[in-house]
């Protein structure tokens, strides 16, 4: 069965830096493109950036574009979200996400996350 | 940016109604679009993909249709547990989402 878990949402000052983690399991990891998706509160999704399995296609929305990093870790079934300069904007809860088909880039997302909630205030 | 526009913001319909939901986006995307349902406190779950697809588990109620810019959701006869916010993806030219309509079951 296929599980993913996001951790490392909190609170951080405007400027400041997270990290978030995120878990899978119950599938051939490596073989998945995985997203970053994120929800402001009461408001509607928006794609982040995704990376393919093997790391080589990395993508970003202009939003966080130069200030987010995504990365993984295929032996350890990770994927993180680095994120720097963040800004009251970037206030949301955070989904990883598996893509729907193996190999193929940006297509629908199957198995999400719980979420990871992030919050940038003074 | 493919803007996608949902339409009704919301809708109201009783146990056993048909509900429409509407998506159309500001160019063509062929047939790459998929919807998801999001309830209160949980993530999206993938409903239909490439605009008729339906995804693993989905019951046969719900149905989506559509190419190029108008796409439709459909639900043949709901079901209280139906309530929730529907959102429209494409994945034509990156991945942008519809602003949701909210489906209540009265």
């Known amino acids: 069965q296929v599980h993913v878990v996001e951790s490392g949402g909190g609170l951080v000052k405007p400027g400041g830096s997270l990290r978030l983690s995120c878990a899978a399991s119950?599938?051939?990891?490596?073989?998945?493109?995985m997203a970053w998706i994120r929800q402001a509160p009461g408001k509607g999704l928006e794609c982040i950036a995704y990376v393919s399995g093997t790391s080589i296609l990395k993508t970003y929305a202009d939003s966080v574009k130069g200030r987010f990093t995504i990365s993984r870790d295929n032996s350890k079934n990770l994927v993180f979200l680095q994120m720097d300069r963040l800004t009251a904007e970037d206030t949301a809860t955070y989904y990883c996400?598996?893509?729907?088909?193996?190999?193929?880039?940006?297509?629908?997302?199957?198995?999400w996350g719980q979420g990871t909630r992030v919050t940038v205030s003074s | 940016e493919i803007v996608l526009t949902q339409s009704p913001a919301t809708l109201s319909l009783s146990p056993g109604e048909r509900a429409t939901l509407s998506c159309r986006a500001s160019?063509?995307?062929?047939?790459?679009l998929g919807w998801y349902q999001q309830k209160p406190g949980q993530a999206p779950r993938l409903l239909i993909y490439d605009a008729s697809d339906r995804a693993t588990g989905i019951p046969a109620r719900f149905s989506g249709s559509g190419s190029g810019t108008d796409f439709t959701l459909t639900i043949s006869s709901l079901e209280p547990e139906d309530s929730a916010v529907y959102y429209c993806q494409q994945r034509s030219n990156w991945i942008t989402f519809g602003q949701g309509t909210r489906l209540e079951i009265k």
């Open positions: 996400a598996r893509d729907l088909k193996q190999w193929v880039i940006g297509t629908f997302f199957d198995n």
């Open positions: 160019q063509s995307i062929s047939t790459y």
């Open positions: 119950g599938f051939s990891f490596s073989d998945y493109f």
